[in-house]
């Protein structure tokens, strides 16, 4: 059964620093997602993307903040100057269609930022 | 105010005693109830997607319900395996704005 991987499982970085999370959705699925749960609190959303561009964001998604489709498989979030608080679990998700359509998830990686 | 509102926030039940969790919504244009589980450090595990009031779904101990202004889903008989975080997303919008707007999820222990 096809399924969202996520590469890292779990990164480690400096305040300050830029990481790149790497997403491949599942292969004919069109709208791709990220969103992220601190630990011990909800899943929140943070980006749409389909046609290869951003459909909708959350007040979250700041500046620092950045997403590509870089090839036909990859879909990545950017963060360019990480924080403290920017410290959680980061989840890629993918559907066939937009509204209406069941996203599936990724396993997650777990940023964690020192 | 949130719009999705989950409870119990935690409900510990014996292996084979049924009960129902509750998922309340506040959104206007409902376009997607859905229900998820999550286990300890894993991504959410699709389950069900409901769409108008009276819809039913199941799948093997579980069965999910939609009214107007919540859902239930219902676990029969539960086993220890069915431990785990079970989330409610709800869905509003049309064509590209497709977001899901989580609960914060009620952890269900099932003892032996």
């Known amino acids: 059964e096809p399924e969202v991987t996520q590469t890292p499982s779990h990164q480690v970085t400096q305040m300050g620093q830029e990481v790149i999370l790497r997403c491949v959705p599942i292969?004919?699925?069109?709208?791709f997602y990220w969103y992220r749960q601190i630990l011990g609190q909800k899943v929140e959303f943070l980006v749409s993307f389909y046609n290869n561009e951003i459909s909708e964001k959350s007040e979250i998604f700041d500046d620092q903040f950045s997403v590509e489709r870089p090839d036909g498989s990859n879909f990545t979030l950017k963060i360019r100057s990480t924080k403290l608080e920017d410290s959680a679990m980061y989840f890629c998700?993918?559907?066939?269609?937009?509204?209406?359509?069941?996203?599936?998830f990724g396993p997650g990686t777990r940023l964690t930022v020192l | 105010e949130d719009q999705v509102t989950q409870s119990p926030e935690a409900l510990r039940l014996q292996e084979g005693e049924s009960s129902s969790l509750n998922c309340s919504y506040t959104?206007?244009?409902?376009?997607?109830l859905f229900w998820y589980r999550q286990d300890p450090g894993k991504g959410p595990e699709f389950l069900f997607t409901l769409y108008s009031a009276g819809e039913e779904k199941e799948k093997e101990r579980l069965k999910a319900t939609l009214t107007k202004k919540e859902s239930f889903l219902h676990i029969t008989a539960p086993k220890p395996e069915d431990s785990a975080t079970y989330l409610c997303?709800?869905?509003?919008?049309?064509?590209?704005?497709?977001?899901?707007?989580f609960g914060k999820g009620i952890t269900l222990s099932v003892r032996p």
């Open positions: 292969s004919n699925h069109l709208y």
């Open positions: 959104v206007s244009g409902l376009r997607g």
């Open positions: 997303a709800v869905q509003e919008g049309s064509g590209a704005n497709s977001k899901l707007t």
């Open positions: 998700a993918s559907s066939v269609g937009g509204t209406g359509d069941t996203q599936y």
